[in-house]
């Protein structure tokens, strides 16, 4: 076994919030495999995403840069020409930088625009008909903007949705495990499950008790445009409640959770597990009510930005960290494991933090679903700043100018004691 050259697995599970997992204190447990694996690994408690977007987050990731840093601010198709062009002048992308070390560079989900760069092999699954278009800025703004009613008449004749084509995480882990099984030297392999974002297209809805009908929901907000949204995401959900809306995701983290168990069951049964950098995280969160959002991950709540990471890593096992680590942390990690460093990063070696305690004071995050938004979060407090941008998604403004939260005394965010005075 050599550990000097190890094999990487990048799992990100979309939209996945640690409130939802067992490993984080939820009673239920939906998470057993995913449970079995922390136990063998670090699990990082307070982790948190550059971004609350999967393209920026992503990106995030990839370069461990800021999206300030890297320039990839905003979650298409609200991207500017110029952060695509700042983006391309990056001196490090973590799938190019393993390629030219010798790695073998898979992606086991499609990939589209710059997450191409780097990889030997990536799923091709292109939409057909008119899903490709969906794939046009213009196209996809027009969708977000158009009534609930014109949504559902133009979804009957087109048979599509605004989300991009779905694929499975059993697709995923039986292509992860092919690539394994053919590999000849050290592998990076990545992959997106999208099982858990919204509207969890591989789960059927199920009758449930419910309090928070559609209705209820909708009658509670004051913006007309954000009515129109949550009526659309029930729509392609095909569900009436919060309720069934949130069994349905249950449904889909137990599917992920079986898959990944797979995957786990493979790599030890092929003697790979001890040689094998094995990270398990999310790109963002996402909301169910809270602060009055729903499925959408506007804000930069905890809800939207704070995501799980497990990572098992040769010659270290079962740990907890607590203190505050970032999503930009896991490039720099990969690099230190293997024997080298990059000074174009922001993030840190998440093996300081194991060895030493403490890596970070604070945190960043972006929401890339406004104009200019960004928090500050220590592990006791939070700010938040934004202008009167509203959500890209649902066009609804989501809090206040300036917002502050005692995080000790008010972990869910509901008391903004902002004095009112700018910082």
Same mark, same amino acid.
């Given at each position: 076994?050599?550990?000097?050259?190890?094999?990487?697995?990048?799992?990100?599970?979309?939209?996945?919030?640690?409130?939802?997992?067992?490993?984080?204190?939820?009673?239920?447990?939906?998470?057993?495999?995913?449970?079995? +694996?922390?136990?063998?690994? +670090?699990?990082?408690?307070?982790?948190?995403?550059?971004?609350?977007?999967?393209?920026?987050?992503?990106?995030?990731?990839?370069?461990?840069?800021?999206?300030?840093?890297?320039?990839?601010?905003?979650?298409?198709?609200?991207?500017?020409?110029?952060?695509?062009?700042?983006?391309?002048?990056?001196?490090?992308?973590?799938?190019?930088?393993?390629?030219?070390?010798?790695?073998?560079?898979?992606?086991?989900?499609?990939?589209?625009?710059?997450?191409?760069?780097?990889?030997?092999?990536?799923?091709?699954?292109?939409?057909?008909?008119?899903?490709?278009?969906?794939?046009?800025?213009?196209?996809?703004?027009?969708?977000?903007?158009?009534?609930?009613?014109?949504?559902?008449?133009?979804?009957?004749?087109?048979?599509?949705?605004?989300?991009?084509?779905?694929?499975?995480?059993?697709?995923?882990?039986?292509?992860?495990?092919?690539?394994?099984?053919?590999?000849?030297?050290?592998?990076?392999?990545?992959?997106?499950?999208?099982?858990?974002?919204?509207?969890?297209?591989?789960?059927?809805?199920?009758?449930?008790?419910?309090?928070?009908?559609?209705?209820?929901?909708?009658?509670?907000?004051?913006?007309?445009?954000?009515?129109?949204?949550?009526?659309?995401?029930?729509?392609?959900?095909?569900?009436?409640?919060?309720?069934?809306?949130?069994?349905?995701?249950?449904?889909?983290?137990?599917?992920?959770?079986?898959?990944?168990?797979?995957?786990?069951?493979?790599?030890?049964?092929?003697?790979?597990?001890?040689?094998?950098?094995?990270?398990?995280?999310?790109?963002?969160?996402?909301?169910?009510?809270?602060?009055?959002?729903?499925?959408?991950?506007?804000?930069?709540?905890?809800?939207?930005?704070?995501?799980?990471?497990?990572?098992?890593?040769?010659?270290?096992?079962?740990?907890?960290?607590?203190?505050?680590?970032?999503?930009?942390?896991?490039?720099?990690?990969?690099?230190?494991?293997?024997?080298?460093?990059?000074?174009?990063?922001?993030?840190?070696?998440?093996?300081?933090?194991?060895?030493?305690?403490?890596?970070?004071?604070? +945190?960043?995050?972006?929401?890339?679903?406004?104009?200019?938004?960004?928090?500050?979060?220590?592990?006791?407090?939070?700010?938040?700043?934004?202008?009167?941008?509203?959500?890209?998604?649902?066009?609804?403004?989501?809090?206040?100018?300036?917002?502050?939260?005692?995080?000790?005394?008010?972990?869910?965010?509901?008391?903004?004691?902002?004095?009112?005075?700018?910082?």
């Amino acid at each position: 076994m050599d550990i000097s050259r190890p094999n990487i697995i990048l799992v990100i599970i979309d939209g996945l919030r640690p409130k939802d997992l067992s490993i984080y204190g939820r009673k239920k447990e939906l998470d057993s495999n995913i449970k079995k +694996i922390a136990s063998e690994s +670090i699990l990082f408690k307070n982790n948190f995403s550059a971004s609350n977007a999967s393209d920026v987050s992503l990106t995030a990731i990839f370069s461990g840069q800021y999206p300030s840093t890297n320039g990839l601010m905003h979650q298409a198709p609200n991207t500017k020409n110029e952060e695509i062009e700042k983006l391309r002048k990056n001196k490090f992308w973590l799938p190019l930088y393993l390629q030219k070390a010798g790695y073998d560079t898979i992606s086991v989900t499609p990939q589209y625009m710059w997450f191409k760069k780097g990889f030997d092999y990536y799923m091709k699954k292109e939409a057909c008909g008119s899903g490709k278009y969906l794939n046009i800025p213009s196209v996809k703004r027009v969708l977000l903007t158009i009534p609930d009613w014109m949504y559902r008449l133009g979804k009957k004749f087109v048979k599509i949705r605004a989300s991009p084509q779905f694929y499975s995480s059993e697709e995923v882990i039986d292509s992860s495990i092919a690539h394994i099984k053919n590999s000849k030297k050290p592998f990076f392999l990545f992959m997106h499950l999208v099982d858990t974002h919204c509207p969890y297209p591989g789960v059927k809805p199920k009758k449930v008790q419910a309090k928070n009908t559609i209705k209820n929901i909708v009658d509670s907000i004051d913006s007309s445009s954000q009515k129109e949204y949550i009526k659309k995401r029930f729509f392609d959900a095909s569900t009436n409640s919060l309720e069934q809306m949130k069994q349905k995701l249950d449904d889909a983290i137990s599917d992920v959770d079986k898959n990944i168990g797979r995957l786990y069951n493979f790599l030890k049964k092929e003697k790979l597990w001890d040689s094998t950098i094995f990270i398990i995280s999310s790109d963002h969160g996402d909301n169910f009510g809270e602060h009055n959002i729903y499925f959408c991950r506007g804000g930069l709540y905890d809800t939207s930005i704070h995501v799980p990471l497990i990572m098992s890593i040769p010659g270290i096992h079962n740990n907890q960290v607590d203190e505050l680590t970032q999503s930009i942390d896991i490039a720099p990690t990969i690099l230190e494991i293997i024997g080298n460093e990059n000074k174009n990063i922001d993030g840190k070696s998440l093996l300081n933090v194991i060895k030493k305690g403490k890596l970070w004071d604070k +945190i960043i995050s972006f929401d890339s679903y406004a104009d200019s938004a960004v928090a500050v979060r220590t592990k006791t407090k939070k700010y938040i700043t934004r202008d009167d941008s509203h959500c890209y998604l649902c066009k609804a403004l989501h809090g206040a100018a300036h917002e502050e939260y005692d995080l000790m005394h008010d972990p869910e965010e509901k008391n903004n004691i902002h004095d009112g005075k700018s910082k």
